[in-house]
């Protein structure tokens, strides 16, 4: 099964308006982080935010915040106010704590923003 | 405060042949990664250091990959010898925090064509 499954393979969102992209992940650990990176097309990773399995609060960063439902495991990126800027590929990650501190990737989101 | 530094950004080889990567990570990071991103795909994890020890290398083909950190700081990743497959951008990031909560800072990348 895949740990992280992202089912968007590409969004577009109207410049200003606010976007959700879908995250699902697969793990029996009861200790595990979330994360959010973008990718630009100029290819280096940055890093957006974070969430951790025993957070009983809702992550945000600025116009970025990501909605956490445990029992369905998924942890969606909401992305408001989109910018012209926002245009890159995303990707959901997740790190076990448990199981041997492997780090998973999903496969991506690319968003375009249309001004 | 510098960033992740890979070199060389690209490489073009013949199938059999070696290469190899370089990485410096940000100073002060004690953990360090190095990942494969094939076209279209999510970053995989190889390989990840904690200082000058492994971390976890379950995902590394070890009987062509393999890398090291030189006295817990920079890194190289060598493919020996290379096959087509092994066409990809390899990552190399460095992270800071606990193992659980480790926030990962990327370099742009190394682009390697086995041709």
Known sequence: ?115 | EAGVAQSPRYKIIEKRQSVAFWCNPISGHATLYWYQQILGQGPKLLIQFQNNGVVDDSQLPKDRFSAERLKGVDSTLKIQPAKLEDSAVYLCASGIGTLAKNIQYFGAGTRLSVL
């Open chain 1, 1 to 115: 099964a895949q740990k992280i499954t992202q089912t968007q393979p590409g969004m577009f969102v109207q410049e200003k308006e606010a976007v959700t992209l879908d995250c699902t992940y697969d793990t029996s650990d009861p200790s595990y982080g979330l994360f959010w990176y973008k990718q630009p097309s100029s290819g280096e990773m940055i890093f957006l935010i974070y969430q951790g399995s025993y957070d009983q609060q809702n992550a945000t960063e600025g116009r970025y915040s990501l909605n956490f439902q445990k029992a369905r495991k998924s942890a969606n990126l909401v992305i408001s106010a989109s910018q012209l800027g926002d245009s890159a590929m995303y990707f959901c990650a997740m790190r076990e704590s448990w199981t041997g501190n492997q780090f998973y990737f999903g496969t991506g989101t690319s968003l375009t923003v249309i001004p």
